[in-house]
Structure formats: C-alpha cells, structure tokens
C-alpha cells in the first residue's frame, strides 16, 4: 500500500486538474451560449439593444491601439522569413520564390497567429482585468441589483469589439508582413517587384486568405470569451485580479493553438491546403 501511494496521489492531483480544465471549458462554453442568446434577442427583439456606442468604443480600445504592435511584430517576421529563406532558395536558383511561401505561409497562418497573440496579450489581459476589477468593487452586484445582466451589458460588448478587432487586424497582418517581405525583396535581396508580386498572385489563392480570417474570428472570439469569462471569476481581491489576467494570457494562447491545429487539420483533411 505504501508504494502504490505516490501513484495514487498522483492520479488524484492528475484527475483534479482535468476536472478544473474541464470545468473551465463548460463555463467558456456556456458564456458562448449565454452572450449568443443576447445577441440573438437584439435581433429579434426591438427592445433589446447592445448599446453600439460601447461595441465601438471597445472595439477602438482594443483593435485601434493594436494597430501598431501589430505591424511591429508583422513587418519584422516578414523581414526574418525573407531574410531566412534567400540562403536555402539560393542554392537551388530559386530565390525569386521567396514570394510563394511567404505568401501561403502568412495569409494561412502566420497572420491571424501573430495578430491573435498581440491581441490576447495586448487587450485580452486588459479585459480580465477591467471586469475583475468591477467583480472585486462589486460593481457586478450593483448591476445585478438594478436588474441589469453583466452579460448583456459588459460581456457581448467586448466579445464582439475582439471577433471584429481580430478579424480586420488579421487583414492588416497579412498586408503588412507581405509588405516588408516585398521591400526588403526588392531592396536587399535584388527580386524584382514584378518577379515578386506575379509569384505571389500565381501561388496564393482566395481561400487562403479566407482561411486565414476565418481563424482570425475564431481567435478573437477565443480571446474574448476566456478574458470576460476569467474576470467573472475573479476572487480574493487585488491578488486574484493578477491570477486572472496571467491566466488569461495563457489559455488565451494555448487555446489559439490548439484551435489553429484543429483548423489546419480539417482544411488539410478537405484539401484546402
């Protein structure tokens, strides 16, 4: 019994984890339900609004100020692959193909991943932290109190301000990491711009960029409902709203991940790529 007890305690702590992860996925999911039913009722309901001056104000806060972050981070890995891939094309000829996969390699993924990154780590914690702070100044109940629904009111607003920042900042990812692979192209490595750009249209199609933001929605929906749903669940004061944003970085990206493997996998296994 002595030496089957590391092993028990290990399956206990195991099995507790995959309990609280599963736990946690159930309360992203039904915080799906709950701000789509919302959504749904504005639709339908003439009654129900979102308030649209809080979707576009958040959608500034977290797109708009995204903006150059994004470009930093996407211009420089277009410079990188460019850089990186002249060596290797160089000894079989073919450096002007350098547009053909940097072309597949950002509109498929490169940009909605880089996007999503900045924007988990850039807005994702903030709106963790924004709701956390309003749990733990229980301006929640307050809410709640004057029978207003925190979902309607603070979640969709920001889930969809995420779903479309995501969505137009995937776009502009792609166009800028292009871009500086383009110019770095024509100015360094001595690709001409006609070269550059006939290899490019000839090699990427339109479901490659339509794959692209598709993922893209899918990621800021993500990150939106795991930073709304981490900050609803905020406990123990100042200490939990830093546990909540942390957290909230990191599923944020594994979740994005994981969710671009499952992508890839279904558009390989319907050969889309």
Not at 62 to 91: C, K, Y
Not at 147 to 157: E, G, H, K
Request: net charge neutral.
């Amino acid at each position: 019994m002595i030496l089957l007890q590391p092993i028990i305690n290990l399956f206990a702590i195991v099995g507790c984890k995959v309990v609280t992860t599963l736990d946690h996925i159930g309360s992203v999911l039904g915080l799906l339900v709950n701000a789509s039913s919302w959504m749904i009722r504005a639709f339908t309901h003439k009654k129900v609004r979102l308030g649209r001056a809080a979707i576009v104000s958040q959608t500034i806060r977290v797109g708009v100020r995204s903006l150059v972050i994004v470009a930093l981070i996407s211009g420089s890995v277009g410079l990188i692959l460019a850089l990186q891939l002249a060596p290797p094309l160089d000894d079989f000829g073919q450096r002007d193909r350098i547009a053909n996969i940097i072309g597949v390699a950002v509109l498929r993924e490169l940009g909605p991943l880089l996007a999503a990154i900045v924007l988990a780590g850039f807005a994702g914690a903030a709106i963790a932290a924004e709701i956390g702070t309003m749990v733990v100044g229980e301006e929640i109940e307050a809410l709640e109190a004057h029978a207003l629904n925190p979902i309607r009111f603070l979640v969709v607003p920001r889930v969809i301000a995420t779903v479309v920042s995501m969505t137009c900042l995937a776009v502009f990812s792609d166009i800028v990491a292009i871009g500086a692979a383009l110019a770095i192209g024509v100015l360094a490595l001595d690709v001409p711009y006609t070269t550059f750009m006939g290899n490019l249209l000839e090699q990427v199609k339109l479901v490659d960029f339509i794959t692209g933001i598709a993922k893209g929605s899918i990621f800021g929906l993500l990150i939106g409902l795991i930073a709304c749903m981490n900050g609803l669940k905020v406990t123990g004061g100042a200490a939990g709203v830093g546990k909540a944003t942390t957290n909230t970085v990191v599923e944020s990206i594994v979740s994005i991940v994981i969710a671009d493997l499952m992508f890839t996998s279904i558009f390989y296994a319907l050969k889309l790529v």
